[in-house]
């Protein structure tokens, strides 16, 4: 079983401030990372994802997130935020298991509303 | 190329009346998901399908049943509709990955039904 935990509901900033997006994650298996964002009244989108490689992986818009295995953590950033960078966004999971099968199902953190102040 | 398409947008039912959401993608994958969006829950998922002619329980099953009608179109339906289906309901299918990493894709979401029981 998997399971990710947003460790914080909702995250004010100001304008060109840095933020950190934190999310912890737990599988018995490898995993696969997400980062999600959901623009009021839409669907998600992807902004980026951690496959293997690099523990860095770099998104769009700026963000940017680190993988750490040790932490088990995922956490996204961005060095200075926009007002139209308010939204919604998601860490998600998805893992194999130990005959490297999986469907693609995502399990899903319960999401961080990120409000920009002017 | 619309991506993913929901109908309808929104809907607002009676306890106990049925209705069919319905999913269509035009990127040739064989996967296709529902999920359901509660506040402070993230994205719960109801019922997948791996490939046409197959369809598999999710983690929130109960009240509802699918239908894969073709590659394309993927139907959610809820046969006596209750209050705590309240919520708004999306529509995802993965990219296809030459890689075969599966569970490694991004996955395209529709813009989402909003329904409401009363």
């Known amino acids: 079983a998997q399971s990710v935990t947003q460790l914080d509901s909702q995250v004010p900033v100001f304008e060109e401030a840095p933020v950190e997006l934190r999310c912890n994650y737990s599988?018995?298996?490898?995993?696969?990372l997400f980062w999600y964002v959901q623009y009021p009244n839409q669907g998600l989108q992807l902004l980026l994802k951690?496959?293997?490689?690099?523990?860095l992986v770099k998104g769009i818009n700026g963000f940017e997130a680190e993988f750490n295995k040790s932490q088990t953590s995922f956490h996204l950033r961005k060095p200075s935020v926009h007002i139209s960078d308010t939204a919604e966004y998601f860490c998600?999971?998805?893992?194999?298991?130990?005959?490297?099968?999986?469907?693609?199902?995502?399990?899903f953190g319960q999401g961080t509303i990120l409000t920009v102040h002017p | 190329n619309a991506g993913v398409t929901q109908t309808p947008k929104f809907q607002v039912l009676k306890t106990g009346q049925s209705m069919t959401l319905q999913c269509a993608q035009d990127?040739?994958?064989?996967?296709m998901y529902w999920y359901r969006q509660d506040p402070g829950m993230g994205l719960r998922l109801i019922y997948y399908?791996?490939?046409?002619?197959?369809?598999d329980k999710g983690e929130v099953p109960n009240g509802y049943n699918v239908s894969r009608l073709n590659k394309r179109e993927f139907s959610l339906r809820l046969e006596s509709a209750a209050p705590s289906q309240t919520s708004v309901y999306f529509c995802?299918?993965?990219?296809?990955?030459?890689?075969?990493?599966?569970?490694?894709?991004?996955?395209?979401f529709g813009p989402g039904t909003r329904l409401t029981v009363l």
């Open positions: 998600a999971v998805s893992g194999t298991n130990a005959g490297g099968t999986s469907y693609g199902k995502l399990t």
């Open positions: 599988s018995s298996v490898s995993v696969y």
């Open positions: 951690y496959l293997s490689g690099s523990t």
């Open positions: 990127m040739n994958h064989n996967s």
């Open positions: 399908s791996a490939s046409e002619g197959t369809t």
């Open positions: 995802a299918s993965p990219e296809v990955s030459g890689q075969g990493l599966v569970g490694a894709n991004e996955q395209f």
